[in-house]
């Protein structure tokens, strides 16, 4: 079982509806990272926190997203107006901090699905 | 943009036989870490490396930064061994990872 915990694992919603999911990352883990993995299994950074702080997202998160990781809360990441081409599995992912680097640990994912 | 190459696509190897996944870089990458996508979608972390060389089990991986490469090595291959396998990299601990399309393994018996 992955210390990532991610919820809900599925959610289905309408075109134009707010879509919202949640990661509680592991323990001692202050950087978080979310992905999208399309049909096509490719990968999409989305954004990534260390503590309550973006670090870096791209320009859809920016405009479409509201994301956030306040402390002694879980993680969120909410699709404002659901599209159909946000039908996906999204991933969270924590880990430690520094330059040095260490693994991820993935959560299980919430899959989207926009219909 | 950084790119991760990976081969093969898929995969189909009998049981008890191996084969080795391949990932090049296109830049100068600080780590490197392998996955494998179940059917339910959940990514297990098979390895982290910053340099040379791991071994767990019937897989090992490497990791050789200055020529810009990883791979994932699987020996006497198992039916539960199927599924789509990923390398990722980045080039330090809180760059977001750069993932390779996956390797679609099906082992068949």
């Known amino acids: 079982n992955s210390k990532v915990i991610q919820t809900p694992r599925y959610l289905v919603k309408g075109q134009g509806q707010k879509a919202k999911m949640r990661c509680i990352p592991e323990?001692?883990?202050?950087?978080v990272f979310w992905y999208q993995q399309n049909k096509n299994n490719e990968f999409k950074f989305l954004i990534n926190?260390?503590?309550?702080?973006?670090?870096?997202q791209i320009d859809m998160t920016e405009k479409r997203f509201s994301a956030e990781c306040p402390s002694n809360s879980p993680c969120s990441l909410e699709i404002q107006s659901s599209e159909a081409g946000d039908s996906a599995l999204y991933l969270c992912?924590?880990?430690?901090?520094?330059?040095?680097?260490?693994?991820?640990?993935f959560g299980s994912g919430t899959r989207l699905l926009v219909i | 943009g950084d790119q991760v190459e990976q081969s093969p696509s898929a995969l189909s190897l009998h049981e008890g036989t191996g084969s080795a996944l391949r990932c090049n870089f296109t830049?100068?990458?600080?780590?490197v870490q392998w996955f494998q996508q179940n059917s339910r979608g959940s990514l297990i972390n098979l390895f982290y490396?910053?340099?040379g060389t791991k071994e767990n089990g019937r897989l090992k991986s490497t990791f050789n930064s200055k020529e810009s490469y990883s791979t994932l090595h699987i020996r006497d291959a198992q039916l539960e061994d199927s599924g789509t396998y990923f390398c990722?990299?980045?080039?330090?601990?809180?760059?977001?990872?750069?993932f390779g399309a996956g390797t679609r393994l099906k082992v068949i018996a």
């Open positions: 992912a924590s880990s430690p901090p520094g330059q040095g680097g260490s693994d991820y640990t």
């Open positions: 323990k001692g883990h202050p950087v």
């Open positions: 926190f260390q503590n309550q702080e973006v670090l870096q």
């Open positions: 830049t100068t990458m600080r780590a």
């Open positions: 490396l910053a340099s």
């Open positions: 990722a990299a980045r080039k330090g601990g809180n760059y977001k990872y750069v």
